[in-house]
């Protein structure tokens, strides 16, 4: 049961993600290629400022991979502590003379549960993510 809401989290997880790679980092990645080619382009600058000017072309993508990174790093954490939360629940229980069966039933409602509220975070996780993608591309 809990590898089947692991599997819903991940394909959940890796459709935003491939969504914010195709309408947003792409976009950038293309700006930070062509910004870099420019800077390539001047015959007059030393090696050091072409260097500084093709780490300044880097910068946007840079946050923007942080950003999504820090933010993906805080769902798992959520979600983790959900989950954690279900195990104790159920350690509680055994520790208390539960039946086994019981208490499977028991941690895998906890865990669908931790699953579904945390599915219906990732719109809006998303949502934020992609204005404050928009934000640093400017």
């Given amino acids: 049961m809990a590898e089947l809401q692991q599997v819903r989290v991940q394909e959940a997880v890796d459709s935003m993600v491939k969504s914010l790679e195709r ?16 800077c390539c382009e001047d015959s007059q600058a030393s090696m050091q400022q072409v260097h500084q000017c093709i780490e300044r072309c880097h910068v946007p993508l840079a946050q923007a991979q942080a950003l999504v990174t820090n933010e993906l790093e805080k769902f798992q954490d959520r ?7 279900c195990n104790d629940k159920a350690k509680d229980s055994i520790d208390a003379g539960s039946k086994e069966l019981q208490v499977k039933r028991q941690l895998d409602s906890c865990v669908t549960k931790c699953v579904d509220d945390h599915m219906h975070l990732i719109p809006t996780m998303t949502k934020k993510m992609k204005e404050s993608l928009i934000s640093i591309g400017k």
């Avoid at 947003?24 to 870099?36: E, P, T, V, Y």
Wanted: charge should be positive; include cysteine; proline fraction near 0%.
């Fill in 23 to 38: 309408e947003n980092i792409r976009k950038m990645q293309g700006l930070m290629f062509r910004c870099s080619a420019s």
């Fill in 79 to 85: 979600l983790a502590r959900c989950t954690m939360h």
